[in-house]
């Protein structure tokens, strides 16, 4: 995470984008164009999908149409996808942070706009699906309200106007390269949210480079604090996941000295960085549990997993046994280590921060959740029979 540049003057309006950066779109892309690529005899290949970040409905058609080699024009394939999309708005979940930021913008009196390259009616229909979203902001702008979509800075230019300020007043915060270069083009303040994993080098016009919005401090940017942090953790929606534990590869115990747990089940609504919260064994009981979620800068990892550490000795393997895990808080982001031993150092102390902060009232009542004994008693859990852990 790239610490902010020095700025000469206070902020006073904010500029989001939507798409990737509010709302986890790309969880729905994935769902309508997959099948779509795949009635039409073609793999879907999911390293391709960060072609279309920030691109206009238009272009990202075009990318489509040319990696595939789908004999539709551009305008025939957005014709027969548009439709399922529009079926899918509601679909949408915001990103971790996003509900939160929008509240503390609106109730601290910070005038913000939202400006996307998608077009205004789908905008429109996308916040709608969000209590007090819409009227959380001072304006809108979509990509088709202005002459040319980001990378063009049309679109801030255009959001200052309605805001009635100048360019240099304003923040935006965005996920995509495009987003930024417009940004900085505008002549704004940028911090970006990159959405497309370990690409962070990619994107050093920014004024900032953050992990996710959890990590966003508005004080830095002379905007006011948030002040629901406690005792360096952050209290969060509490969420569930829960399988099987089955034998692994060993780097928690063989490598870290830690027995760790791994999820094979890529959690892509929820954005990396380590969390804490309580661990339930179906024959031992519950436990306090740290965990990271994401890439392991270190080990460089290919795929996105989750490593729950339950914070106590156990006297033998609990191979086969399920564990239900409720996450209720968070500390930082995920982070590289120029040694092993600092890594390990490092978890370690976010293992003293779990166990402190897990007597807290805030996280302690979730001890109790009637899904760490029962998952089927607990509504927004993920299906366990979908879930495996590996023990490592």
């Not at 939160?100 to 009616?121: D, F, W, Y």
């Not at 293992?351 to 402190?356: H, P, S």
Request: proline fraction near 7%; charged fraction near 20%.
């Amino acid at each position: 995470m790239a610490a902010p540049k020095p700025f000469s003057r206070l902020i006073s309006h904010v500029i989001l984008d939507l798409d990737g950066t509010l709302l986890n779109t790309d969880s729905v892309v994935s769902k309508v164009v997959k099948p779509f690529i795949v009635k039409n005899g073609k793999t879907w290949d999911t390293k391709k999908a960060h072609k279309l970040v920030g691109k206009t409905p238009y272009e990202a058609a075009a990318v489509v149409l040319e990696d595939y080699g789908l004999p539709y024009s551009t305008e025939e394939f957005l014709s027969m996808i548009t439709p399922m999309f529009s079926e899918q708005w509601c679909n949408i979940k915001p990103l971790p942070g996003a509900n939160r930021l929008i509240k503390h913008l609106r109730s601290n009196g910070v005038p913000t706009a939202l400006a996307s390259n998608s077009p205004r009616s789908n905008i429109e229909a996308k916040i709608s699906c969000h209590q007090g979203w819409k009227e959380s902001f001072s304006a809108i702008v979509g990509g088709d309200e202005v002459e040319k979509g980001k990378p063009s800075p049309d679109i801030f230019f255009e959001a200052a106007k309605r805001m009635n300020t100048t360019p240099s007043n304003c923040l935006v915060i965005e996920d995509s390269l495009p987003g930024v270069t417009a940004g900085k083009a505008a002549g704004m303040h940028v911090i970006a949210v990159p959405s497309v994993p370990k690409k962070t080098a990619e994107f050093s016009t920014a004024d900032e480079v953050i992990n996710s919005l959890l990590d966003l401090r508005p004080e830095d940017w002379g905007l006011p604090p948030f002040n629901d942090w406690i005792e360096g953790t952050l209290p969060i929606e509490p969420w569930f996941i829960g399988g099987p534990v089955i034998k692994g590869f060993g780097r928690g115990s063989k490598v870290l000295g830690i027995p760790t747990d791994n999820f094979s089940e890529l959690v892509s609504e929820h954005t990396s960085g380590v969390y804490f919260g309580w661990a339930g064994l179906s024959t031992h009981g519950i436990y306090k549990m740290v965990m990271s979620i994401g890439w392991n800068p270190y080990f460089d990892n290919t795929e996105k997993t989750v490593e729950p550490w339950l914070l106590h000795d156990f006297d033998e393997d609990f191979y086969g046994e399920e564990l239900r895990l409720a996450i209720v808080g968070y500390i930082r982001p995920q982070a590289n280590f120029h040694s092993l031993e600092s890594l390990i150092e490092r978890i370690h102390e976010d293992g003293r921060i779990a166990e402190k902060a897990l007597d807290l009232p805030a996280y302690a009542k979730y001890k109790d959740s009637p899904y760490l004994r029962n998952p089927l008693q607990q509504g927004s859990a993920t299906d366990a029979s979908q879930v495996e852990l590996n023990s490592k």
